[in-house]
């Protein structure tokens, strides 16, 4: 392959920059440090994710289900 041509993402042999696309990564999103214990339900996949999750709706561990919160949590109600 010449220097003139450009591979496709998703052809063999590209490469992404030194970037890579947010969510791309398992745990992209995912704040460091003290977790806050207040969730809120998510409009698209209808589980519960904490406040300051900021990441893919689809990572599993940032996934609840009403039974999965803890007993302590605060649910914020987003209807308003």
Same mark, same amino acid.
């Given at each position: 392959?010449?220097?003139? +041509?450009?591979?496709?993402?998703? =052809?063999?042999?590209? %490469?992404?920059?030194?970037? &890579?696309? &947010?969510?791309?990564?398992?745990? &992209?999103?995912?704040? $460091?440090?003290? %977790? *806050?214990? $207040?969730?809120?339900? #998510?409009? #698209? #996949?209808?589980?519960?994710? @904490? =406040?300051?999750? %900021?990441?893919? #709706? %689809? +990572?599993?561990?940032? @996934?609840? $289900? *009403?039974?999965?919160?803890? +007993?302590?949590?605060? *649910?914020?109600?987003?209807?308003?």
């Amino acid at each position: 392959m010449s220097k003139s +041509e450009t591979l496709k993402p998703g =052809e063999p042999g590209y %490469r992404w920059g030194s970037f &890579a696309p &947010a969510g791309l990564f398992k745990g &992209a999103g995912i704040p $460091t440090g003290p %977790r *806050v214990n $207040t969730f809120i339900e #998510c409009g #698209c #996949c209808g589980h519960y994710h @904490r =406040e300051d999750f %900021r990441g893919d #709706c %689809r +990572e599993d561990s940032e @996934r609840y $289900t *009403v039974d999965q919160l803890p +007993e302590n949590a605060e *649910v914020i109600d987003d209807d308003n």
